[in-house]
């Protein structure tokens, strides 16, 4: 995940240049990161352009594909399926303030309303 953000961040990157990004905030080496995206290509989570003889890899999916994939699977592992058990036990598990609460009913009445203009 560490790789996909900073490939979604930066855009389209050299081994070098994650690796220069992910060593600045652990101690990552270079033949670790390169065996990472190549892993990664394999099983198309990153896409590896050959044109130059720096290899450049990019993300396969943009950041909210992956993210509702990785919510999805956890709602049906972790949560039976439930949504808002899911939403619930986020909520509990870190302090939310006014401002994060406002936006998260903003939202859920986002959601409403268009669910409404579906139905």
Not at 10 to 15: I, K, M, N
Not at 25 to 51: C, F, H, N, P, S
Not at 83 to 101: I, K
């Amino acid at each position: 995940m560490e790789i996909l953000a900073v490939l979604w961040e930066r855009g389209p990157c050299t081994v070098r240049q994650v690796h220069d990004v992910l060593a600045a905030r652990r101690g990552t080496g270079y033949t670790t990161v390169l065996k990472l995206l190549q892993i990664m290509a394999g099983k198309g989570l990153v896409v590896r352009d050959e044109t130059d003889r720096s290899h450049v890899y990019r993300a396969a999916q943009d950041r909210g594909a992956v993210q509702g994939e990785l919510v999805g699977d956890l709602i049906d592992r972790a949560f039976a399926g439930s949504t808002s058990q899911l939403v619930m036990r986020a909520l509990a598990q870190r302090p939310t303030d006014a401002n994060e609460l406002a936006e998260i009913r903003r939202m859920l009445d986002e959601l409403l309303a268009a669910e409404g203009r579906r139905r």
